[in-house]
């Protein structure tokens, strides 16, 4: 019992740390307008409409057209939150997104402890690996994604598995579904290899086909049916970015199978003319390899679980997916901490804690490494870098522009620079330059300027001034405000 105490002690104390680091990531960020219209924006937009019994739309995407929320990621699941909203206001995404990166971890904890019998220690040590993996900082680095909240419970997902919970794995299956698209894909690969590695026959008919079958009919319906539809198209706009390998999904994975070389090149190599993406892969290739990977030679199901991840990772002709940076990873966090523990509740049970320890820091090592240094490109490490001064520190006077924002609350429409966006109240939020309707122009002018050029938005910015529809209300180094005169909508 004594032992027990100590463990739940060391528990809440490994949890409270890393919930003290993940806020000094995410939540800082967020306060020093470090977060951005997308994707933090658009999450935050769609939640206040649902919140103020409104249809879950946003208009903070590059065309500035209003789109259903669920076109663009079907993620329902962000409405279970909507009464936080009224608490947490537009921090409230950033916080669940924390709280369920800790719940993943109390699933990979449990799941260990379910592993390890009487192994008291390593647990914990199985728990730290898992907070002090890469693919959660640079998660936590860029804004709010839903599909964090779904790789969150694949932990739970294995541990009701093997304690033959199966209507608890049942629901794990169904809010994981709820909040990713991808999520049906996924989930039916590891209830694949969860059926072929343990299988029974029992458990195949009454538990793994239904679940399985449960997760493609989902798969059918959220993609290829119900996202088209909300988006008045014949096929999903999100398989753009895979379609430079084939007109349909079934020609692109046709075409990866039949041709090795394409298939390569797609896991491997830089797939587009510029030599400055080179090595990006390599350095996701490393990573995952250090951070357990390398164990996937002994526990190939768990590669086998992943093949979706890595195509819809590699597919796209677009560096921004292939590295380490932002969302693209988080999905790798929990498969590499399961096969860990997987492996060592398999060895001498005096090899076990010393195996887990030199696991933990090599990958937290990895992780600090990759926070100073990485090939993957848009990466500022001063979003990272909680353990930096100059983390905690901004060119911009936060008080006076949160004072001085508040003025467009309640607005129908306003235009706002990407940094902005997240925080702001409106019915409907553009984009800048994106103007249409809106009553009040919100500007950060030493931010940046996507999708102007510097010099394209300080052209802008002399239009405006000059413009018979806009008047600066109000102006200094840190924010500029124009107000609309009149109500006719500039073209």
């Given at each position: 019992m004594?032992r027990?105490?100590?463990q739940?002690y060391?528990?809440?104390v490994?949890?409270?740390?890393?919930?003290i680091?993940f806020?000094?990531?995410?939540?800082?960020?967020?306060?020093?307008?470090?977060?951005?219209a997308?994707?933090?924006?658009m999450?935050?937009?769609a939640?206040?409409?649902?919140?103020?019994?409104?249809?879950?739309?946003?208009?903070l995407?590059i065309?500035?057209?209003?789109?259903?929320?669920l076109?663009?990621?079907?993620s329902?699941?962000?409405?279970?939150?909507?009464?936080?909203?009224?608490?947490?206001?537009?921090?409230?995404?950033?916080?669940?997104?924390?709280?369920?990166?800790?719940?993943?971890?109390?699933g990979?904890?449990?799941?260990s402890k379910h592993?390890?019998?009487?192994?008291?220690?390593?647990?914990?040590?199985?728990?730290?690996h898992?907070?002090?993996?890469?693919?959660?900082y640079?998660?936590?680095?860029y804004d709010?994604?839903?599909?964090?909240?779904?790789?969150?419970?694949?932990?739970?997902?294995?541990?009701?598995y093997?304690?033959?919970?199966?209507?608890?794995?049942?629901?794990v299956?169904?809010?994981a579904?709820?909040?990713?698209?991808?999520m049906?894909?996924?989930f039916?690969?590891?209830?694949?290899?969860?059926?072929?590695?343990?299988?029974n026959?029992?458990?195949?008919?009454?538990?793994?086909?239904?679940?399985?079958?449960?997760c493609?009919l989902?798969?059918?319906i959220?993609?290829?049916?119900?996202?088209p539809?909300?988006?008045?198209?014949?096929t999903?706009?999100?398989?753009?970015?895979?379609?430079w390998?084939g007109?349909?999904?079934?020609?692109v994975?046709?075409n990866l199978?039949?041709?090795?070389i394409n298939l390569f090149?797609?896991?491997?190599t830089?797939?587009?003319?510029?030599?400055a993406?080179?090595?990006i892969?390599?350095?996701?290739?490393i990573?995952?390899?250090v951070?357990?990977?390398i164990?996937?030679?002994?526990r190939?199901?768990f590669?086998?679980?992943?093949i979706?991840?890595?195509?819809?990772?590699?597919i796209?002709?677009d560096?921004?997916?292939?590295?380490?940076?932002?969302?693209?990873?988080?999905e790798?966090?929990?498969?590499?901490?399961?096969?860990?523990?997987s492996?060592?509740?398999?060895i001498k049970?005096?090899?076990?804690?010393p195996?887990?320890?030199?696991l933990?820091?090599?990958?937290?090592?990895?992780?600090?490494?990759?926070?100073?240094n990485r090939v993957?490109?848009w990466?500022?490490?001063?979003?990272?870098?909680f353990?930096?001064k100059?983390?905690?520190?901004?060119?911009?006077?936060?008080?006076?522009?949160?004072?001085?924002?508040?003025?467009?609350?309640?607005?129908?429409?306003?235009?706002a620079s990407?940094?902005?966006?997240?925080?702001l109240?409106?019915?409907?939020?553009?984009?800048?330059?994106?103007?249409?309707?809106a009553?009040?122009?919100?500007?950060?002018?030493?931010s940046n300027?996507?999708?102007?050029s510097?010099d394209?938005?300080?052209k802008?910015i002399?239009?405006?001034?000059?413009s018979?529809?806009?008047?600066?209300?109000?102006?200094?180094?840190?924010?500029?405000i124009?107000?609309?005169?009149?109500r006719?909508?500039i073209?």
């Open positions: 004594h027990n105490r100590k739940i060391w528990f809440v490994v949890l409270t740390v890393f919930f680091v806020c000094s990531i995410s939540l800082v960020n967020h306060y020093l307008f470090r977060t951005y997308l994707d933090l924006g999450f935050n937009q939640l206040r409409n649902v919140a103020q019994l409104q249809k879950p739309t946003f208009t995407g065309a500035g057209e209003e789109i259903p929320f076109a663009t990621h079907f329902p699941i962000i409405f279970l939150f909507t009464p936080l909203y009224f608490i947490f206001g537009n921090y409230t995404l950033l916080i669940v997104q924390i709280v369920a990166i800790l719940f993943g971890g109390a990979i904890f449990l799941y592993r390890m019998n009487s192994d008291n220690v390593t647990p914990i040590v199985s728990l730290i898992f907070l002090s993996m890469w693919g959660i640079s998660a936590l680095t709010f994604h839903s599909n964090v909240l779904g790789a969150m419970l694949v932990p739970w997902l294995f541990l009701f093997e304690r033959k919970q199966y209507k608890h794995a049942f629901i299956v169904i809010l579904i709820l909040t990713f698209e991808t049906t894909i996924w039916a690969f590891i209830i694949a290899t969860l059926a072929i590695s343990s299988y026959r029992k458990k195949l008919v009454q538990v793994d086909i239904p679940l399985f079958a449960f493609v989902s798969a059918i959220i993609i290829w049916v119900a996202m539809l909300l988006q008045s198209t014949s999903n706009l999100q398989f753009e970015r895979y379609r390998l007109e349909t999904p079934m020609q994975v046709l199978i039949l041709s090795p090149k797609v896991l491997f830089n797939t587009t003319s510029d030599v993406y080179d090595y892969k390599l350095e996701f290739h990573m995952v390899l951070s357990g990977g164990l996937f030679l002994l190939p199901r590669l086998f679980m992943l979706p991840i890595y195509m819809l990772k590699m796209p002709n560096y921004n997916f292939w590295g380490i940076n932002n969302q693209y990873s988080i790798f966090v929990p498969i590499l901490s399961i096969a860990a523990i492996t060592i509740s398999e049970i005096n090899y076990r804690l195996f887990a320890i030199a933990a820091i090599v990958t937290a090592a990895a992780t600090a490494f990759t926070m100073e993957s490109k990466y500022d490490g001063i979003n990272t870098r353990y930096s100059q983390h905690y520190q901004t060119e911009f006077n936060i008080k006076r522009i949160n004072e001085v924002i508040r003025i467009t609350d309640g607005c129908k429409a306003v235009s990407s940094r902005l966006a997240p925080h109240n409106a019915r409907k939020i553009y984009s800048y330059p994106f103007v249409k309707d009553e009040y122009i919100l500007l950060l002018p030493k300027t996507w999708p102007l510097a394209d938005f300080k802008s002399d239009t405006l001034s000059q018979q529809h806009f008047t600066k209300v109000y102006s200094d180094n840190d924010l500029l124009f107000k609309r005169n009149e006719k909508a073209r």
